[in-house]
């Protein structure tokens, strides 16, 4: 069994930060589950294009209000996300994440990630990335 807190995790090189956006990374490619688990704050009144040609992601919102406008071949829908709210991108669907007041999201990834990723010029991961976790 693997058992972790998310505030000393906090503490530790599994709090990645980026522009828009901070997320723990409780679970990754290393502990060799399958899957990998963040808790993820999104900033207040941030835009974020995302488009994650190699993972599958299931969001669920704990706090917050936001939305979610997906993105497609001249079409666009827009999703209201509260809490409670779960969005999965199960068809690596372009989109764009609005944090109307700040957003805590807990998300899964999978293939999972291997810690380090932040969003490249596409709002994406690549498949490889530095590990935090020897081996991972
Ligand atoms: C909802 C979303 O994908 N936000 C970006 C951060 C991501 N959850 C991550 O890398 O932990």
Known sequence: MIVRTLQEAEKTDRRVVSDNWEST??????????????I???????ETPIWYKNHIE???CMDGEGEVEVLGQ?????????????????KHDRHLLRAKTELKLACVFNPPLCGKEVH??????????EAIIEGG
């Open 25 to 38: 990374r409780l679970l990754l490619r290393g502990d060799n589950t399958g899957f990998s688990f963040h």
């Open 40 to 46: 993820t704050t999104i900033y207040q009144g941030t």
């Open 58 to 60: 299931s969001v669920y």
């Open 74 to 90: 001249g079409k666009s829908k827009i999703h209201p996300i509260g809490p409670g709210t779960t969005y999965i991108l199960d």
């Open 120 to 129: 490249d010029e596409n709002g994406g991961y690549p498949l490889e990335a």
